[in-house]
Each structure stands twice: as structure tokens, then as C-alpha cells.
């Protein structure tokens, strides 16, 4: 069955530090990746998406993410974060048709410290 | 830019009623899909729509039902509500052939006491 993990429930970084946030995928076939944002009461923006080719993806915001099939991942990295950024960060695999059925994993909350 | 509307924000019922949240895709999107996300959960898919037929299915319970009309519009039903269905309620939209993002809609927390 496929499946999302994401093996950080929770992350603090300080402000002006890199990122890095895990992703861990199950999908028979070659997936379609997502990371999505969500601030507080707010809905689900996307970051950046990965369907086929260049295996490392640049997004909104300064983010980007690499693909690497042999490790089954599709973790997030920024080199700079901003106090901004504080949110909670979902990696999705997109199933069904034109794999937009998204499978998401249980989030990861980012802090920003000053 | 127009965006995924949803309707209404807020809605609080009892246990054993009915509850029905709207769903207005952006202009031009013909696929809808649903998304509930429990408190502190990963939104989970429940239903998706395509040109008002149902094209893929999630983890709906059977006292949920959806369609979408011929505005593209959707309308998720529930009945029977349980304090478990408490949730935020997302909507989202693309356009067909546009393998890709979808775009989310700000969701509709539904709170049943």
C-alpha cells in the first residue's frame, strides 16, 4: 500500500540556519511527490511537486527537494530559513488518476528561533 | 486571483444531524476533490470528482456522499454526524490534464458536539 513518512513530528531551527526536512515514500510505481505548507487555520499551499526528470526540484519560497528513488525519499531542504517559514509541512504521494489523490504524511512542524 | 472557495467556514452541529459544505473550484477547474484532516492529523482523501462523475474514492465513510453539479460546484453530505467527524473539511481544484497542483481551498471546520 502506499505510504507517506515523514520521520519528524517536530523540528526547531534557528533563523539564518539550513533545513532539512525527511520524507519517506512507498509506491509501487514512480511516484508523484509533494511537499505542501499549512500555516496555522489555514489551508494547504504547495511548495514544489516532482513528476519525472531532474531529480532535484526548486519550489516557492527558496525551497527546494531531491528525489532519490534509491532511498525511497523526497526530502526538503532550504539553505536559509525565516521566521517566516514556522509552519507544519506535509509530503504527499499522489495516487489515483493523474496521481492527484494525495497520500500525506503526519506533517512535521517547523519552529523558528531567533 | 480567484481561489478555491469553500462554504461555509465554520459550522457546528449535534450528534445524529446533517451537515452539507460547499465547494467553488477556481474558474475553468472541472476536478474536485475532498479532504478531511482530524485535529493535529494529515488531511486524509475522501472523495475526488471529474466533469460531475465520481473519479476517485478515499477513506469516505458511508454516511458521506458528495457530487458535483454542472457549475463544477461540489457538495459534501453528512449524515448520521459523529463527534469523530469533527474536522477541517478541504476542498480543492485543478484543471484537467494539468497533472499537478492542486489548489487548496481554506476548509471548513466542522465541529459536532
Known amino acids: 500500500a502506499q505510504s507517506v513518512t515523514q520521520p519528524d513530528i517536530h523540528i526547531t531551527v534557528s533563523e539564518g540556519a539550513s533545513l532539512e526536512l525527511r520524507c519517506n515514500y512507498s509506491y509501487g510505481a514512480t511516484p508523484y511527490l509533494f511537499w505542501y505548507v499549512q500555516s496555522p487555520g489555514q489551508g494547504l499551499q504547495l511548495l514544489l511537486k516532482y513528476f519525472s526528470g531532474d531529480t532535484l526540484v526548486q519550489g516557492i519560497k527558496g525551497f527546494e527537494a531531491e528525489f532519490k528513488r534509491s532511498q525511497s525519499s523526497f526530502n526538503l531542504r532550504k539553505p536559509s530559513v525565516h521566521w517566516s517559514d514556522a509552519a507544519e509541512y506535509f509530503c504527499?504521494?499522489?495516487?489515483?488518476?493523474?496521481?492527484?489523490?494525495?497520500?500525506f504524511g503526519k506533517g512535521t512542524t517547523l519552529s523558528v528561533s531567533s | 486571483a480567484a481561489g478555491v472557495i469553500q462554504s461555509p467556514r465554520h459550522l457546528i452541529k449535534e450528534k445524529r444531524e446533517t451537515a452539507t459544505l460547499k465547494c467553488y473550484p477556481i474558474p475553468r477547474h472541472d476536478t474536485v476533490y475532498w479532504y478531511q484532516q482530524g485535529p493535529g492529523q494529515d488531511p486524509q482523501f475522501l472523495i475526488s470528482f471529474y466533469e460531475k462523475m465520481q473519479s476517485d474514492k478515499g477513506s469516505i465513510p458511508d454516511r458521506f456522499s458528495a457530487q458535483q453539479f454542472s457549475d463544477y460546484h461540489s457538495e459534501l453530505n453528512m449524515s448520521s454526524l459523529e463527534l469523530g467527524d469533527s474536522a477541517l473539511y478541504f476542498c480543492?481544484?485543478?484543471?484537467?490534464?494539468?497533472?499537478?497542483?492542486?489548489?487548496f481551498g481554506e476548509g471548513s471546520r466542522l465541529t459536532v458536539l
Open positions: 480543492a481544484s485543478r484543471l484537467a490534464g494539468h497533472t499537478g497542483e492542486l489548489f
Open positions: 504527499a504521494v499522489g495516487v489515483g488518476q493523474a496521481g492527484t489523490a494525495l497520500i
